[in-house]
């Protein structure tokens, strides 16, 4: 790569990095937690600046102590054993109430960070749109769960470590300039003085192995992140494959199966290797510092000491606060690994984050359906919607369904029956036309498979809402009048009733959740029409009787009619010339 290229790639990344902080920092500002988080630095503040300042009394406190050592002199050795140990106990209580602030600081940004991610996740439409939105929509499980926790205790981490070295560094820079000011060399027969001699050295020992960690730990931003990339589609595989696990069984797919889970670990291994590669380089750049550090500064200040300018006790001043100037600086020598690790995963997490504030404006190129919500009717205005390269319609330009009336749309396999259905429910704006719709609340739709939430069956059946929203008795009536009479005793059970309850049973949990709500106005895709015989009849008998002002809207491939529907309507599919929406 060419300097200008390099140029501008570092320029890229630094502005890319300042708009994901940004980004941040609107996350936590916007919490409800952001006072006591707040709180909480400022405790943290004010003990590392307390910690400081006994570092500085402690430091100066080793001329005393060493040079009585040296004077043998038992009495001040004595009284310095003593002051040693109020520095001590003091510095023991402020490093066990700077432990307590970072753990509570590091879940309190956990909780607003994770909260913030919940709320623009799902925010009306928002985690549909993510799920076709590329990439940036892969996983966001993983982003929301493991990167943010990463992404918070990183940068708790970090910042106190910045923090404290810069206040190390301020502090300890004056006093070993003070005792380095009056080194005297000789060189050929000449003497002169260097200023601050202890503290250029500091800087220089630091500034080179500042230089080569991040030439060395640079590699490991990118690497991280993809890394994290792999994980959360080896821990999706597998969570797949448990999910399916009876279809994999009854295919014999099991071999298969391995193979895939393996190709995909194979990147996930392929990629912690090489980052283990670059991490024992930077290990042995770190690593060497920090031995040569433990001589440098007796090295370094032996002119003084030899030349009679230093005593013991000020020699060993001079070592603790070279030592204290040295490690602040070589923070960043200590940290490139983790400045890496925490930069890739605040791109995963910030970028979903960004993506999700964008959904609102997803491809502004395209013409959009003008929806209104909360009308009397559910009324379509020669509404068409886009799919791909399809221009999908009715054979109708203007249909109103009123209270209580049953309309069948009937399309042919892949004309566009499932994004007709997400347009009604407001899920899939691109398209022209005009949408007007009953109040959601008033509204539910059925989608071929029935979602089962987690959860106690009471809250299943009352899902969105609370189960305190409907009467204790409307539970069991609706597990009854579907035939689900055998759950009433587990209405209070929770479990994963995706997984224990049959697909039959589920489709008949999801027309007991039609009787406890009882909806105005109910949209279906496929979810009417390719019922048993005995299944038809129970759920018409509902419509009948529990559910007879109930308006039905039923979009199928099926143009049976079964006498209860009042109107047919047809669905047709166009060639268009347009390119196809963003999400797909």
């Known amino acids: 790569m060419s300097q200008d290229q390099s140029f501008f790639s570092s320029a890229a990344s630094t502005a890319g990095t300042a708009r994901q902080l940004r980004t941040y920092g609107d996350a936590v500002s916007g919490s409800p937690g952001r006072y006591k988080l707040l709180l909480l630095v400022l405790g ?9 300042i006994g570092q500085l009394r402690l430091n100066a406190w080793y001329e005393p102590f060493f040079d009585a050592v040296k004077n043998k002199d038992l009495a001040s050795f004595l009284r310095q054993l003593v002051v040693f140990t109020i520095v001590a106990i003091v510095l023991i209580f402020l490093n066990i109430a700077q432990t307590w602030l970072d753990l509570w600081t590091k879940i309190a940004l956990r909780d607003c960070v994770t909260r913030d991610l919940l709320v623009q996740w799902f925010a009306p439409r928002r985690a549909f749109l993510l799920a076709g939105a590329g990439p940036v929509g892969s996983n966001p499980d993983q982003r929301v769960q493991e990167d943010a926790r990463r992404l918070t205790e990183l940068t708790v981490s970090l910042a106190i470590g910045f923090f ?51 030439r060395l730990g640079r590699p490991l931003i990118e690497l991280n992140a993809a890394r994290y990339a792999r994980e959360a589609e080896f821990r999706f595989g597998l969570m797949q494959a448990n999910e399916a696990s009876d279809g994999i069984a009854l295919s014999g797919g099991e071999e298969g199966e391995q193979a895939r889970l393996e190709r995909e670990f194979d990147g996930v291994i392929g990629l912690m290797r090489r980052i283990a590669n670059v991490a024992t380089r930077l290990t042995g ?21 030899f030349g009679g300018q230093l005593t013991f006790g000020e020699l060993m001043v001079v070592v603790g606060a070279f030592n204290q100037v040295q490690q602040a600086l070589r923070w960043y020598v200590d940290n490139a690994g983790n400045i890496a690790d925490w930069r890739a995963t605040l791109q995963r997490v ?76 407001g899920l899939w704006p691109w398209g022209t036309g005009r949408l007007r719709l009953p109040p959601k ?86 979810a009417l029409c390719h019922l048993n015989e005995d299944d038809r009849k129970m759920l018409f008998s509902i419509f009948d009787d529990e559910l007879s002002k109930t308006a039905v809207v039923s979009i199928s491939s099926n143009d049976a009619q079964y006498g209860f529907y009042s109107r047919i309507l047809h669905l047709n599919a166009q060639p268009r010339a347009e390119a196809s929406p963003a999400p797909s």
């Open 285 to 305: 750049v770190t690593a060497g510092y920090g031995w040569f550090a433990t001589v440098a500064p007796i090295v370094a200040a032996a002119p003084g000491y």
């Open 350 to 425: 910030m970028d979903l984050r960004q993506a999700l504030l964008a959904m609102d404006q997803a491809a502004p190129s395209q013409s959009r359906i003008a929806i209104l919500e909360g009308e009397p009717v559910l009324a379509l205005d020669d509404l068409t919607v886009h799919v791909a390269d399809r221009a999908v319609s009715i054979d109708e330009p203007h249909v109103a369904v009123l209270p209580g009336e049953r309309v069948l749309v009937i399309g042919k396999p892949g004309t566009g029956k499932s994004m007709l259905f997400r347009a009604l429910a």
């Open 441 to 526: 609340a008033d509204t539910i739709f059925l989608p071929q498979r029935p979602y089962v939430p987690n959860g106690s069956l009471r809250e299943v059946l009352s899902y969105p809402c609370k189960p305190s929203t409907f009467q204790e008795a409307a539970f069991s009536r609706a597990l009854e009048r579907t035939d689900l009479r055998h759950l009433i005793p587990s209405l209070d059970r929770v479990a994963r009733w995706d997984n224990e309850l049959t697909v039959d049973e589920q489709q008949h949990l999801a027309f007991a959740r039609l009787l406890v709500h009882g909806p105005a106005w109910v949209v279906s895709d496929e």
């Open 44 to 52: 943290l503040a004010v003990v590392i600046a307390a910690t400081t």
């Open 164 to 214: 404290q070295s810069t206040l190390l560094l301020f502090s300890f820079v004056g006093v070993l300039w003070l005792l380095s000011r009056g080194f005297v060399f000789e060189f050929d027969g000449r003497s002169f003085q260097i200023p601050g001699f202890m503290v250029w050295v500091a800087l220089i020992y630091a500034a080179s192995g500042s230089s080569l960690s991040w």
